[in-house]
């Protein structure tokens, strides 16, 4: 099952410019969590947002949440090429007695340079 | 930090076999494990929660006899798909959490079946 959805599904953008990506879901949740995956690869745990929070920062990324809107956004500043890869956040809540964690549909951002 | 490995990394099987894939917790024991499937350009799909010495909790609409869940020690978790067909093509995630009520949670990099 997943979570929510993210927006955009698909963003392409020159090196040095901002990238916003949002995500959205549904059950109140213990805190949400940002990943990245290069293609083909694992997964890179980004950052983690716990439910009482409202804003975090690390390095070049800013991750807000609003738990009234159930949305987060995830801001990476001055991109490199590097950072192509797709993004997904993730809800960590209680469902059937377990703390699981849903995934969002993820966002594809390339960053050109 | 915390590590999780998968074994294989990739596997090619013919239809109609069955294929196990391994997940370890290297340097923790994980009380709680997590089987996720992931299709090409799609996200991550949670299959099913296992707890170290019970039966396995599947996701609705996975099916339990299909994807076989051992949790056999505090370190290793394993899936098998059973007589594996083509649509069964995917990259399996792992994932383990530490302890009771850990909530941070540690991914495997990922096996990659292709079933012929």
């Known amino acids: 099952s997943q979570q929510g959805e993210e927006d955009p599904q698909a963003l392409s953008i020159q090196e040095g410019e901002n990238a916003t990506m949002n995500c959205s879901y549904k059950t109140s949740i213990n805190n949400l969590q940002w990943y990245r995956q290069n293609s083909g690869r694992g997964l890179v745990h980004l950052i983690l947002i716990r439910s009482n929070e409202r804003e975090k920062h690390s390095g070049r990324l800013r991750v807000t949440l609003d738990t009234s809107k159930k949305s987060s956004s995830l801001l990476i500043t001055a991109s490199r090429a590097a950072d192509t890869a797709s993004y997904f956040c993730?809800?960590?809540?209680?469902?059937?007695?377990?703390?699981?964690?849903?995934f969002g549909a993820g966002t594809r951002l390339a960053v050109h340079p | 930090g915390a590590v999780v490995s998968q074994h294989p990394s990739w596997v090619i099987c013919k239809s109609g076999t069955s294929v196990k894939i391994e997940c370890r917790s290297l340097d923790f024991q994980a009380t709680t494990m997590f089987w996720y499937r992931q299709f090409p350009k799609q996200s991550l799909m949670l299959m099913a929660t296992?707890?170290?010495?019970?039966?396995?909790?599947?996701e609705q609409g996975v099916e339990k006899d299909k994807f076989l869940i051992n949790h056999a020690s505090l370190t290793l978790s394993t899936l098998t798909v059973t007589s594996a067909h083509p649509e069964d093509s995917s990259f399996y995630i792992c994932?383990?959490?530490?302890?009771?009520?850990?909530?941070?949670?540690?991914f495997g990099p990922g096996t990659r079946l292709t079933v012929l």
């Open positions: 296992s707890n170290e010495g019970s039966k396995a909790t599947y």
């Open positions: 993730a809800t960590d809540s209680l469902s059937g007695g377990y703390n699981k964690l849903i």
């Open positions: 994932s383990a959490r530490p302890g009771l009520g850990g909530r941070e949670q540690f």
